[in-house]
């Protein structure tokens, strides 16, 4: 089992920046990839960044330039550096860990999630 906790949503005003974390807990070595979608009231969850256990990294065409994410393989924990917010960035913001579930009678990959944190960006 993989548990992640994020950490480090608020308030801020557009342009300011805010800097996610997301601590992963488990069997963090079978991790595949994780990364950080986000969820507005009317708009379905959309992938926000994502990097793999290869080192390869994917961004929305929506936060290049502006969110950069990195990781602590070590440590299991993923960040995610919000720079030059918009208010079209506000959401709830949750972890996700790509990995797997190790079951008594096979294994299979899932998606594991954090309980997310809240991105306010308001003038």
């Known amino acids: 089992q993989v548990q992640l906790v994020e950490s480090g949503g608020g308030l801020v005003q557009p342009g300011g920046s805010l800097r996610l974390s997301c601590a992963a807990s488990?069997?963090?070595?079978?991790?595949?990839?994780m990364g950080w979608y986000r969820q507005a009231p009317g708009n379905e969850r959309e992938s926000v960044a994502v990097?793999?256990?290869?080192?390869?990294?994917h961004y929305a065409d929506s936060v290049k330039g502006r969110f950069t994410i990195s990781r602590d393989t070590a440590k299991g924990t993923v960040y995610l550096q919000m720079n030059s917010l918009k208010p079209e960035d506000q959401a709830f913001y949750y972890c996700c860990a790509y990995g797997p579930q190790f079951d008594r009678d096979y294994v299979r990959v899932v998606h594991f999630w954090g309980q997310g944190t809240q991105v306010s960006v308001s003038s």
């Open positions: 488990g069997s963090i070595s079978s991790i595949i990839s």
């Open positions: 990097i793999t256990s290869g080192g390869s990294i």
